[in-house]
C-alpha cells in the first residue's frame, strides 16, 4: 500500500506475508509440538500396555502361597516377638513330624511317582496322601509341578523352554518363575496337556485300549504278543491310566480347596486340640512356617543345585557337565534339600528312586519308598545298575582328562613325523649352522634335546658323546633308567624318523601311542601308493 510522507511523495510499503501452516516455515514450532505429543503418547500407550501385561503375568496363587503369607508370619513373628521355634515342647515334635509328612508326600509322590514313574503304587489310598498333602507345599497342583519338571529335564538351561533355567538367574530359578508366567505359554500349556492329557483318549495308545475280549475278537494276540500272564497287566495298564488322569484332574480343580485344609486348617485343630498350644501358634508354626521351610527345600534343587558358581562339592559333576546340574555332596545341602542334593546323578538317572546309589547317602524319600516296598504296598521300584553308573562316572572322568590332555604340550604324533634319510640326517648335523646343537636317535626317532641340554643331570658332555648317534641303549638302561616323565618329556623334542628301513619298533609305538593309525609309508617313501593300516600292536 501506498503511504504519504511530510513531502507530499508517496511510501510504498509492503506488508508481511502470513503464510498457513501447510508447509510453511513459521508452523515449525508447530509440527515440532504436534510431533512430541504423539511420541508421548505412543510412550504411555507402550507404558500402560507393558503394566497391563505386568498384571496379566503374575502368578496370584503362587504370589499369595510363596510370598505374601510368608511375609505375613514373619511381621507378626517379628512384632509379638515370637520365637523361631514354638516354646510348646508338643507344637514342637507336632511341626517336626508334620514337616516330614507334606516333605515325603511331596518328594515321594509329586517327585518321584507322578513325574519320574519311579515305582508302581498298589493302593489308591497312597496317591490321595500324595495329592492331598503334596498340596500343602504350595507350589501348584501335580499336573502343572509335574509338567513343568519334565520339561525342566528334557530342556534343561534352554532359556525358553526350561520353565525355570539357572541362566536367567538365581531368584528367577528359584522364585521368578513361580511368581511370573511364562513368556511361552502356548508352548507350555501343549506341553502340559501331551505329558498328562485330560481325556484319556488323546494320550493312550491305540492297543492300550483294547482290552482282552477286543484283541481275541480281531484275532491279534499274535501280534501283540499277549500270554495269559499278561492278560491282568494290560487290564491294569488301562484301568491305572484312566485312575491316573482323574485323579490328576480332581486335585487340579480342589488343589485350593486341600491347601487350605492340610495348610490351615489342620495344623490349628491339631495343634488346638491335642498340643494344647493356641490356634495362631498352630497357624504360625506348622501351617506357615512349616509349608515356608518345605518350599525352600524343594526350590533350593532347581536354583542353589544348579549354580556352578558356588562350588559346594568336588567334584560337583561326576556324571555329566553338559547341563548346570550339581552333585552338592556337602552334609548341609543334603539337609537343606531334604536329601535331594544330588541333582547331576538325579538329571543322568531320573527315573531311579533313590537320589544317589550310595548306600550311605542322606536321602529320607529313598528310605521312605525302600520301607512302603518292604511293607508291599508299592512295587517295581526302578534302581539305575550300578554297573551303568560307574560306565558314565568313568566317561566323564575320561572327557575331563581328554580336555586336559589336549591343554599339554606332548610333542608331534609319531605318525605325523617327517621322514629323514640317513644321509640327509648326516648333512644335517654337519652342517655349520647346527653346530651348537644336539641331535640324538632313539628308538630311530630323531630328537633336538638343545632346549634341554644345560638342564640334563648329566651334563652337556654326556649328551654331546650321543651327538648324531643311536642313543636308545644309553637312554633305556645302559647307563641311566630314565623315569617316565623323563621320556614324556623326550617326546616333545621329536623332529623326524630316520629312515633307515627298519621301521617295526616305530609302528609298533605309533599305535602304542596313537591307536587305530593309517599311514601312507610306502608312499612318504616314494614307492608307490600301497597304505599301511595297523590297528594293533601285535599287527604292526
Known amino acids: 500500500m501506498d503511504k504519504k510522507s511530510r513531502n507530499g511523495q508517496s511510501i510504498k510499503i509492503q506488508r508481511r506475508k502470513v503464510v498457513s501452516s501447510s508447509g510453511s516455515t513459521s508452523s515449525a514450532p508447530s509440527n515440532l509440538l504436534n510431533q512430541a505429543s504423539k511420541m508421548k503418547n505412543t ?25 505374601v503369607l510368608p511375609l505375613l508370619m514373619l511381621f507378626y513373628m517379628l512384632y509379638f516377638k515370637e520365637s523361631i521355634l514354638p516354646e510348646n515342647q508338643s507344637t514342637l515334635y507336632f511341626t517336626t513330624v508334620y514337616y516330614n509328612i507334606t516333605m515325603l508326600a511331596f518328594t515321594a509322590g509329586y517327585h518321584k511317582y507322578f513325574t519320574h514313574n519311579s515305582y508302581k503304587v498298589r493302593f489308591a489310598f497312597l496317591k490321595y496322601y500324595f495329592a492331598i498333602f503334596g498340596s500343602s507345599c504350595g507350589l501348584g497342583s ?48 501343549e506341553f502340559i496337556e501331551q505329558e498328562f492329557p485330560r481325556n484319556i483318549d488323546d494320550g493312550v ?26 492278560e491282568g497287566e494290560l487290564e491294569f495298564k488301562d484301568s491305572y491310566d484312566e485312575k491316573m488322569r482323574d485323579l490328576l484332574n480332581w486335585q487340579q ?8 485344609v492340610t495348610t490351615l486348617l489342620i495344623p490349628v485343630v491339631i495343634t488346638k486340640l491335642f498340643c494344647h498350644d493356641t490356634a495362631m501358634h498352630g497357624l504360625l508354626y506348622p501351617g506357615i512356617f512349616r509349608m515356608f521351610l518345605c518350599q525352600q527345600s524343594l526350590l533350593t534343587t532347581e536354583s542353589l543345585c544348579h ?15 553338559k547341563n548346570s546340574s550339581q552333585d552338592c555332596q556337602n552334609p548341609l545341602m543334603a539337609l537343606l534339600t531334604y536329601g535331594q542334593s544330588h541333582q547331576n546323578y538325579h538329571h543322568e538317572f531320573p527315573h531311579d528312586y533313590r537320589s544317589n546309589n550310595s ?3 542322606y536321602d529320607p524319600t529313598k528310605w521312605f519308598i525302600w520301607t512302603l516296598d518292604k511293607l508291599g504296598i508299592v512295587c517295581e521300584l526302578c534302581r539305575t545298575p550300578d554297573n551303568l553308573v560307574e560306565h558314565l562316572r568313568l566317561q566323564q ?10 591343554q599339554l604340550n606332548w610333542g608331534t ?9 640317513p644321509q640327509d640326517f648326516k648333512r644335517t648335523i654337519e652342517s655349520s649352522s647346527n653346530k651348537d646343537r644336539i641331535y640324538i636317535v632313539i628308538q630311530n626317532i630323531i630328537h633336538d634335546i638343545t632346549p634341554f641340554m644345560d638342564q640334563h643331570p648329566g651334563g652337556v658332555q654326556l649328551l654331546k658323546a650321543s651327538h648324531g648317534k643311536d642313543a636308545t641303549r644309553a637312554f633305556y638302561g645302559g647307563v641311566y633308567g630314565h623315569s617316565t616323565a623323563a621320556v614324556n618329556l623326550l617326546a616333545t623334542m621329536r623332529i623326524g624318523i630316520l629312515d633307515n628301513g627298519n621301521d617295526e619298533e616305530v609302528w609298533t609305538r605309533v599305535v602304542k601311542e596313537e591307536g587305530e593309525v593309517r599311514e601312507v609309508s610306502e608312499s612318504r617313501r616314494g614307492g608307490g601308493n600301497g597304505v599301511s593300516e595297523y590297528r594293533t600292536a601285535e599287527a604292526a
Not at 562339592?313 to 557337565?321: A, E, G, K, L, V
Open 43 to 67: 510412550r504411555i500407550k507402550e507404558i500402560r500396555k507393558r503394566r497391563r501385561d505386568l498384571f496379566s503375568r503374575i502368578n496370584y496363587t503362587h504370589t499369595i502361597t510363596t510370598v
Open 142 to 189: 501335580i499336573r502343572w509341578w509335574a509338567s513343568l519338571h519334565r520339561a525342566h529335564h528334557h530342556f534343561t538351561n534352554d532359556t525358553e523352554k526350561d520353565p525355570y533355567s539357572i541362566k536367567r538367574g538365581l531368584l528367577f530359578s528359584h522364585y521368578g518363575w513361580l511368581l511370573r508366567k511364562p513368556r511361552a505359554v502356548q508352548f507350555f500349556n
Open 205 to 230: 495308545p491305540q492297543e492300550i485300549k483294547l482290552d482282552k475280549e477286543q484283541i481275541e475278537a480281531i484275532g491279534l494276540r499274535d501280534e501283540f504278543d499277549v500270554t495269559e500272564e499278561d
Open 253 to 260: 480343580k480342589t488343589y485350593l480347596f486341600w491347601f487350605a
Open 307 to 321: 549354580l556352578k558358581q558356588i562350588q559346594v562339592t568336588i567334584p560337583s559333576q561326576p556324571f555329566s557337565d
Open 359 to 361: 548306600l550311605l547317602t
Open 397 to 406: 572322568q575320561q572327557e575331563i582328562l581328554n580336555r586336559m590332555r589336549s
Open 413 to 421: 604324533p609319531i605318525s605325523k613325523l617327517p621322514l629323514i634319510t
